[in-house]
Nanobody, 122 residues
Framework: QVQLGESGGGSVQAGGSLRLSCAAS????????MGWFRQAPGKEREFVAA????????SYADSVKGRFTISRDNAKNTMYLQMNSLKSEDTAVYYC???????????????WGQGTQVTVSS
């Protein structure tokens, strides 16, 4: 089992940047694929980005491709989401998630963090 905790959210103006972090407990972090999801008010949770166990393979939603970068540091049990050129439509609660097996996916995650708020003002 793994426990996850996000940090780095906040308020920023459109065009700005934020970096989210997801810290994981346990000694088997490298055996999990990781993902970022977000949920805006009144909307369903949606996939943002995912990364495989080694960091060598990633996937992005079309809406963030070219602006967001997912990465991980297995030595620090931490995953990151660098968000650049933020838009008002990026405003949401951002969640990190983990799935065993190491291969990234856009769904079927077993473990979730509590979320961190990102607010982008135009």
């Amino acid at each position: 089992q793994v426990q996850l905790g996000e940090s780095g959210g906040g308020s920023v103006q459109a065009g700005g940047s934020l970096r989210l972090s997801c810290a994981a407990s346990g000694r088997t972090f490298s055996s999990y694929a990781m993902g970022w999801f977000r949920q805006a008010p009144g909307k369903e949770r949606e996939f943002v980005a995912a990364i495989n166990w080694s960091g060598g393979s990633t996937s992005y939603a079309d809406s963030v491709k070219g602006r967001f970068t997912i990465s991980r540091d297995n030595a620090k049990n931490t995953m990151y989401l660098q968000m650049n050129s933020l838009k008002s439509e990026d405003t949401a609660v951002y969640y990190c998630a983990a799935r065993p097996g190491g291969l990234w996916a856009r769904a079927s995650y077993d473990y979730w963090g509590q979320g961190t708020q990102v607010t982008v003002s135009s």
